[in-house]
């Protein structure tokens, strides 16, 4: 039988949250509740009319670990969420979000159909109307600007094939202006990760730290940003388990370390230093190791050299006692692993610092092996799909560059002819920063990071024809970004603003645009299906759980759409179904099979990945190897590089760099990405190789000419040599390459040694540089950033002018950011929650109690935070010994306030979300990563002022 109330003072969950006012703890909530909401149950007559209740399996929408969700469904209503205790990841647990994510797929404050600003008010229009006049518009700035005025800002909350298709939108619009949030996230990672052993991404995977005997976690706080990575660790400790934390703050993942380590903020390349410098010297290096698979580590030890115990200490705050311990713990320990999030990405010098990490792990010899590798933490749901396939302003899908052999391959995968590709670019050349001069299709766009000083900066600093005029934020929230007021400057400044997403995020608010900008209601992933790629590099199908609300719809419907209006829709869906106005997801993830061969995307297709969300429970939970069962011998999300083509059937590969195992079963070795040789010295591996190849030594990358040269071309069918000739293994559309070269137990893309020396960066031995924003001006003299760059990205870019100038005299406390477990990104879907929002109402800031006391603040009172560039914040002082004395730490997720005012009145009738508050970014400031343009948000200087 069914249960049901009555009662004639019953309230619905909007009048209950307005009574209540989401504002009060748990504690006053209960109190304030109406006595009668507990009342009697009593059954109801009759349960054989009631419609069945299905379950749906999905991924949670919040973070990168990828965990299943099961909803229920009735009569087209998701009704409730059950446990996913089969799937591989989660086994069932929740964070406080993903427990919650029902509410984000019928949730009130959606946006529920278009809307437009005219005249400062917001006024419902037709999807037909918004699609043409923003078209049109589109088209009007294209003439007068070229393509390149107009920015395409993606998303990492798009599945995999909306991210890819939006990049092919870009590409045919004809400009590289287009990001999405890894470069604000982890542009660092894949940079530094990449140019080390020749992918950026995550090595092994989460149930894989269940074999570490040690873990290193720096610069992260996964009982935060990612709690269910958490059960992984806690069941590595359960064994044994060294577990190290090292952060300024005293977090939660730190009260469950064995060792915690508080480093000074910016302070990191010399604390990893440290550990080398005692890891060198007592010899603990694992030297047969390096000697067969790693490139440069001298240049290592003699930078290694220059950071004895007592200059560790004095740059990074670290006594030595610490450093030794815990090098004495990692080298005792093996394998190790080593854990990071944006606090060693969100740098200047981020790229130095990830691949500082990568090199650690070289010489300690904890790569390719189970327990080992670096567990690289994601942000968003599908923000490594989206790097891999989608949205970025550097390259084409699976990282092919912006070369002109790049961009003939994608043609070729597209059905276009190249010189029709290449038309709908500016056809002027630009400088392009080297000493040259190039066109913008073969230039990076701006980055997302800088897209305000794309609008801004006079157009005769810039490597395109004209400013920024139009921005889409398509699934992206701008209080993530930096620099608030001069962003505050770029929106108004802008001659359309388009916002497509399920909430209206905080562009539509923060700034003071009276017309010429529009709102348009994008599904959450929960109303649609498709791929995403969790942070293992595991790829996962998603099932539609409920139709569109209200206007709603799917992201690629509204791409095809307007490129109906802008002319290319023929050529954006020339391989792609379309029914209706949406072109079919599954051929488009055939798309992306068809030329993604470089990062192994080739291999997974649609029927695999269905097939494998039937089978959660036949998947080993520490391996993520299938046990018997339809999907016998597969890894869980078949783990990229997948090789060949699906019929291939490889089983993807759980860990990278593995050579204990054949290519065919998921073995790897380093690749040769770098050349053969640098300055008369092999790149290429010595004595090392994967288990079952024919080649018992280092080999370059596979090519026709190299099967040829092995005798190996023959193995190639007929049709396979037509498409495989002149081409090389990421380029020959057959496959032959590729399988042949598995078929012989190599890897396609050669066997190499990771390198310690990226001679085309600017550091090519990573070294220490002192924050832009920096107290420690004895440091700046012995560590100073790098000089200012004319053009980089298109822009002007500052670096030594701006940190030779001192404000440490009027902003004396450092200043940190990081993440809650409340909430996510910009926080606008996660502050819309109610039950989220019950559980963190208020913006703050962590302050040391004697900073606190320095500045007359009192816990829970108000406080303005000032920054050294202008912006101002008025938040919460939260007193706490988490933090060091002389410095603040505040969250990233809020917004809806703006220098002291609440901005509830411009958002769209019912959309303000349940919390806001002030963003930190308001006031963090200025800094630049010297490869990728990551943003500088992990230290910055600031003062408090007591609030009214």
Known sequence: MTLKRRSPQSIDRRTFLRRTSVTVGGASLAAALPFKLMRKAEAEESVASQPEVK?????????????????????????????????????????????????????????????????????????EQAIDEIGAKLLQIREESGPDSVYWLGSSKH??????????????????????????????????????????????????????????????????????????????????????????????????????????PGGDVAFVYGLLWHIFENGWEDADFIRRRVYGMEAIREEAKKWPPKEVERVCGVPEEQVHQVAKTLAENRPGTVVWCMGITQHHHGTNQTRLLCILQLALGNMGVAGGGTNIFRGHDNVQGATDVGPNAHTLPGYYGLSEGAWRHWARVWGLDYDWLSSRFDPAEYPDGKGGRSRTMFMPGIPVSRWIDGVLEDKANLSQRDNLRAMIFWGHAPNSQTRGPEMKRAFEKLDLLVVIDPYPTVSAVMHERQNDTYLLPACTQFETH??????????????????????????????????????????????????????????????????????????????????????????????LRAEGGPCDGEYYGLPWPCWGKPELKHPGTPILYDLSKPVAEGGLPFRARFGVERNGVSLLAEDSYTKGSEIKDGYPEFSDKLLKKLGWWDDLTPEEKRQAEGRNWKTDLSGGIQRVAIAYGCAPYGNAKARCIVWTFPDPVPVHREPIYTRRRDLVQDYPTYPDRKRFYRLPTRYRSLQEIDFSRDFPLVMTSGRLVEYEGGGEETRS??????????????????????????????????????????????????????????????????????????????????????ACNTVFTYGYDAVTMMQETKVSLCRLKRGG
Not at 179 to 198: F, K, L, M, P, Y
Not at 601 to 608: A, K, V
């Open 55 to 127: 379950q749906v399996r999905s991924v949670c929408t919040h973070c990168s670990v990828g965990c299943g969700v099961i909803a229920e469904v009735q009569n087209g209503v998701w009704v409730g969420q059950e446990p996913a205790f089969e799937h591989p990841f989660n086994l069932g647990a929740h964070c406080a979000k993903g427990a919650s994510v029902r509410d984000h797929g019928r949730g009130d404050k959606r946006l529920k159909y278009p809307l437009k600003k005219v005249n400062g008010r917001w006024r419902r229009v037709t999807w």
């Open 159 to 264: 599945n995999n094939e909306q991210a890819y298709l939006l990049r092919k939108f870009v590409a045919l619009w004809g400009t590289n202006n287009v990001d999405h949030q890894a470069r604000i996230c982890h542009s660092t990672t894949v940079a530094g990760v990449a140019n080390t052993w020749g992918y950026g991404a995550m090595t092994n995977s989460y149930n894989d730290i269940h074999n570490s005997r040690a873990i290193l976690i720096i610069g992260g706080n996964p009982a935060e940003a990612h709690p269910v990575s958490m059960q992984h660790v806690f069941r590595a400790k359960e064994k044994g388990a060294r577990l190290i934390v090292v952060d300024p703050r005293f977090t939660r993942t730190a009260a469950h370390a064995d060792q915690y380590v508080r480093i000074r």
């Open 530 to 623: 498709g791929s995403v790629t969790a942070s293992n590099r595991s790829v996962q199908w998603r099932d539609q759980v409920i139709e569109p609300l209200f206007e709603s719809q799917p992201d690629h419907v509204t791409m095809y759409r307007l490129a109906k209006k802008l002319g290319f829709a023929a050529e954006l869906t020339r391989n792609i179904r379309v029914e209706g106005d949406e072109p079919v997801i599954e051929d488009i993830l055939r798309e992306i099979n068809r030329g993604a061969w470089s990062i192994g995307y080739s291999g997974i297709s649609p029927e695999r990945l269905k097939r494998q969300q039937q089978y959660w429970h036949t998947f080993d939970t520490t391996t």
């Open 833 to 918: 929650n109610p039950w989220l929002a019950e559980l963190q109402q208020e913006m703050f800031v962590e302050v040391h109690p004697a900073d606190a006391n320095d500045a007359g603040l009192r816990h829970g009172g108000k406080v303005w935070v000032e920054g050294p560039e202008g912006g101002r914040i008025l938040v919460t002082a939260f007193v706490t010994r988490r933090v060091p004395r002389g410095t603040v730490f505040m969250p990233f997720h809020f917004g809806g306030w703006w220098e002291g005012v609440d901005l509830k009145p411009r958002y769209p009738e019912g959309t303000a979300p349940y919390v806001r508050g002030e």
